[in-house]
């Protein structure tokens, strides 16, 4: 009774942010929480493209429909399907986790370290600045699998340039889809590409946030560049440093287009990541929902688990996040 009473004080003095927040919450709920809750009832079901009817129906000579009761319909099985999956008995959920660590790590790492560098670079005072603010932004305006198809052209054996390249220098072709690493080296190279200029505008509009009064003072008092960029950019890029970086995590551990369009989990699957995995599950051969779907809940639990021991690492080290 003192909730509703609560709620309807709340209405009457604040009925214009609530006429405003009701729309939005309605339409998280369609599109994020229904499927989300739907995912997980999902997960602890054995359905799939070819037990999800209770009965089947078929066309007769007639024109009619003849149905009748599938003796397969699906059923409810706990944790089993978490079971299969986490022990091997289904898929290569281990491998996948291992290439998705190695492909986030490496993407994010050299995602920020070259936003990082090209947005210091371009901080600076230099003719043709803004040009070059343009040429470095390019690569994230076109859309990514069309970057996707041009870098998987550009590693070819026969026709690719980096192949003729290497010929040109006395070098043999090598076939960069054959071997694991070599093929997840070429994916990097192309979510780099696709990453950097995202980093380097968030970066840019953090280093235009610290005022410059500061860099002056440190010259005076004789610091170096090494020092100024260590003491003062450094901690004043940290509060979009953390938030990139998050970001980056989150994208990046799930980015499909790459993997998918461009290594297409050569050689033999030892390059698939878990969000790539998931798909194939719901789409490829017999469509086995239950088993994408426990993926889709690993994945979150992945990411609710990093999220949260990164949100306590910020709060130890004085961050308000």
Same mark, same amino acid.
């Given at each position: 009774?003192?909730?509703?009473?609560?709620?309807?004080?709340? +209405?009457?003095?604040?009925?214009t942010a609530w006429a405003m927040v009701v729309p939005v919450v309605l339409v998280l709920a369609v599109l994020i929480l229904y499927p989300l809750a739907n995912g997980i009832w999902l997960s602890f079901t054995d359905q799939t493209e070819?037990? %999800?009817?209770? /009965?089947?129906c078929t066309r007769s000579i007639t024109g009619g429909e003849v149905c009748r009761d599938n003796p397969d319909v699906w059923s409810f099985v706990g944790l089993g399907n978490y079971a299969d999956v986490l022990t091997g008995r289904i898929g /290569?959920? +281990?491998?996948?986790?291992?290439?998705?660590?190695?492909?986030?790590?490496? #993407?994010?790492? =050299?995602?920020?370290g070259l936003g990082l560098g090209l947005a210091v670079l371009i901080h600076r005072e230099m003719r043709f600045r803004g040009l070059y603010r343009v040429l470095l932004v390019l690569p994230w305006a076109v859309p990514a699998f069309i970057s996707a198809f041009a870098w998987k052209f550009l590693f070819n054996e026969r026709l690719g340039l980096v192949n003729s390249v290497l010929n040109a =220098? #006395?070098?043999?072709?090598?076939?960069? $889809?054959?071997?694991?690493?070599?093929?997840?080296?070429?994916?990097?190279?192309?979510?780099?590409?696709l990453g950097v200029p995202f980093m380097m505008v968030a970066l840019l509009g953090g280093l235009q946030s610290i005022p410059g009064d500061l860099y002056e003072s440190a010259a005076i008092d #004789?610091?170096? &560049?090494? %020092?100024?960029?260590?003491?003062?950019?450094?901690p004043g890029l940290r509060p979009v440093s953390t938030t990139v970086i998050l970001l980056g995590t989150i994208?990046? =551990?799930?980015? =499909? &287009?790459?993997? $998918?369009?461009?290594?297409?989990g050569q050689p033999a699957g030892q390059t698939e990541i878990l969000v790539t995995g998931a798909f194939r599950a719901a789409f490829e051969g017999i469509r086995n929902y239950s088993l994408a779907s426990t993926y889709g809940v690993l994945i979150l639990s992945i990411l609710l688990i990093f999220s949260v021991f990164y949100r306590r690492v910020l709060? /130890?080290? #004085? /961050?308000?996040?």
């Open positions: 009774m003192a909730t509703m009473t609560a709620l309807r004080r709340s +209405w009457d003095k604040h009925w070819a037990n %999800q009817l209770a /009965e089947i /290569e959920f +281990w491998q996948w986790t291992g290439t998705t660590l190695i492909w986030t790590a490496a #993407g994010v790492t =050299f995602h920020y =220098f #006395g070098v043999d072709s090598v076939a960069w $889809f054959a071997d694991r690493w070599t093929s997840l080296f070429v994916a990097v190279l192309t979510n780099i590409w #004789g610091a170096s &560049p090494w %020092q100024r960029f260590r003491a003062i950019t450094l994208w990046t =551990f799930n980015m =499909f &287009p790459i993997i $998918f369009l461009v290594t297409e709060r /130890e080290q #004085g /961050e308000v996040w």
